[in-house]
C-alpha cells in the first residue's frame, strides 16, 4: 500500500431496481480505485476500505428499501473506512467496478427473498371514497378521492414488480359502497386488505398519520404498529392513532388496514401529497409493512 495514491470517497447512494435483476445497489464513488476487503456479520455487511479518506459528510442513511435498512459510513484509524450496510434479511452480495473519474464501486444485494414472500399472495388495495364522494379536502385544492386512486395505484406497481397478485376496489373515480369494497377482499380470499384514506381535522395545525385495523383478526392490532412502524420509517410523519375500526370487522379473519398516512387539512401535508417521490414512500414503506406481517403470519 506504501506510496499509493489515497483514494478520496465522493459520495454514497442506493437505487434499487426491480426488473430480471432484482437488486439493491449500494454505489460508492472515489477519486481511485478502490482496495477493500468484504465481511458480514449477520445481516450486516461491513465494507472496508484501505488508504482512503472521506470528502463526504459522514453519517447513517436512512433508506428503508425493502432490503437496506441503513447504511453507516465510518472513518477509522490509519486511512480506513469502513461502509456498514445493515439488511432486513441476509442477501448474497457481489461487488463489481467501474474504473474512470469517479471511480464506482458497486455492491449489489440480490432482492429474491422479497419475491418468494409476495409471489402468490393476493391483496385487494381500496382507495377510499370516490364519485359523488369527494372525501377530505386540502387547504388549497387536493381531493382525498383523487390522492388515494394515486396512492393506490403507486402501490399495486410496487407489489406487482414482486410478484404479489393485486386488485384494486375501483381503477377510477366512481362511488362504492362500503360492503362492495368489501366484498371483493372476501371473493378474492385476499391475505390482506389495505384501504387508503388521508386523515381530515378541522384545525389545519394538526398533521400525522392514521392507522385503522380490522378488531375480528386475532392479531390485528400488532400488525397494525408494524405496518405503522414501516411506514413512519420512509414518510417521518407524526402518529396520531392505531385504533381498530368497526367497519372493517366484515372482513372477517382477513388481516384489514385502513390507513391515512397524511393529514389532507394540513398545508404542509397537503403540500407532500403533490410530489410524487412521497407516493412513492408511501408504497415502499407500506410494502415494508407487509414484509413484516407477511413474515409474522407465514401461510
Ligand atoms: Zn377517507
Not at 84 to 97: D, E, S
Not at 173 to 179: A, E, V
Not at 189 to 206: E, G, M, P, Q
Request: glycine share 8%; with cysteine.
Amino acid at each position: 500500500m506504501k506510496g499509493q495514491e489515497i483514494a478520496r470517497l465522493t459520495n454514497i447512494w442506493s437505487t434499487y431496481q426491480q426488473d430480471e435483476q432484482q437488486l439493491s445497489r449500494v454505489i460508492i464513488e472515489s477519486t481511485r480505485p478502490l482496495t477493500f476487503q468484504l465481511r458480514r456479520v449477520n445481516q450486516v455487511v461491513a465494507f472496508t476500505i484501505y488508504n482512503a479518506i472521506p470528502n463526504m459528510y459522514c453519517d447513517t442513511l436512512a433508506i428503508y428499501d425493502g432490503l437496506i435498512n441503513e447504511i453507516t459510513v465510518q472513518p477509522e484509524e490509519g486511512n480506513r473506512v469502513t461502509i456498514y450496510i445493515a439488511l432486513n434479511h441476509n442477501a448474497p452480495c457481489t461487488v463489481t467496478r467501474l474504473n474512470g473519474l469517479p471511480a464506482r464501486t458497486f455492491l449489489c444485494f440480490s432482492r429474491a427473498h422479497l419475491d418468494a414472500l409476495f409471489a402468490g399472495r393476493r391483496i385487494v388495495i381500496d382507495p377510499g371514497h370516490g364519485g359523488r364522494d369527494p372525501g377530505g379536502r386540502g387547504p388549497v385544492d387536493l381531493l382525498e378521492k383523487n390522492v388515494v386512486l394515486t396512492m393506490a395505484k403507486k402501490l399495486k406497481a410496487e407489489l406487482a414488480k414482486v410478484k404479489a397478485q393485486v386488485w384494486l376496489t375501483r381503477e377510477g373515480d366512481q362511488y362504492l359502497t362500503p360492503s362492495e369494497r368489501l366484498k371483493l377482499a372476501k371473493e378474492m380470499r385476499a391475505h390482506v386488505f389495505i384501504s387508503l384514506h388521508t386523515n381530515y381535522s378541522k384545525d389545519s395545525r394538526i398533521g400525522g398519520l392514521v392507522v385503522n385495523y380490522n378488531p375480528a383478526h386475532h392479531a390485528g392490532l400488532r400488525l397494525a404498529r408494524l405496518t405503522c412502524e414501516e411506514l413512519v420509517r420512509k414518510i417521518k410523519r407524526n402518529v396520531l392513532e392505531i385504533k381498530a375500526a368497526k367497519e372493517l370487522s366484515g372482513l372477517g379473519p382477513i388481516p384489514g388496514f385502513k390507513i391515512k398516512p397524511v393529514t389532507i387539512s394540513n398545508w404542509v401535508e397537503e403540500g407532500l401529497l403533490r410530489n410524487p417521490t412521497f407516493y412513492e414512500k408511501i408504497a415502499i414503506g407500506v410494502l415494508n409493512g407487509l414484509q413484516k406481517i407477511f413474515l409474522s403470519s407465514p401461510e
